[in-house]
């Protein structure tokens, strides 16, 4: 079943689940394909959240990131990251962890990699 079709609404209605086990982040899924595993959601880091316990994050899905407000520090890399930004990382790519001082809020697109099948490969 692809995401489902959903017109303008004010996400503030969509509920806040934790992520991780790290306290002061949080996530708000906008919209998922249960077929493919492919989701939009928006992440939400408190002001003075620390994502040290988690270590540096991989994935094995397509992930683009967009900083709507606040700011991020990459741990790893000594870098922030502020509102207007954007990531794209591939599969496999290392990134965090993550620490945000003043709070930030991202919305973050995640989508898994489908090849072609195989030549004689059955396709559903």
């Keep these: 079943m692809p995401k489902p079709e959903l017109e303008f609404f004010d996400p503030t209605s969509v509920p806040h689940r934790p992520v991780g086990g790290v306290r002061g982040l949080s996530e708000q ?15 939400h880091f408190e002001p003075r959240t620390d994502t040290s316990a988690m270590g540096p994050q991989s994935h094995d899905f397509w992930e683009e990131v967009w900083i709507i407000e606040g700011s991020i520090h ?8 502020t509102a207007g930004m954007y990531a794209c990382r591939p599969p496999g ?7 945000s001082e003043d ?12 090849r072609p099948p195989a030549q004689g490969e059955r396709t559903r």
């Design 29 to 43: 899924i906008l919209a998922r394909d249960e077929e493919t595993g492919d989701y939009t959601r928006m992440l």
């Design 74 to 81: 990459d741990i790893t890399l000594g870098q922030t990251f």
């Design 93 to 99: 790519m290392p990134h965090g962890p993550w620490r």
């Design 103 to 114: 709070g930030c809020t991202t919305i973050e697109f995640r989508r898994f990699e489908r």
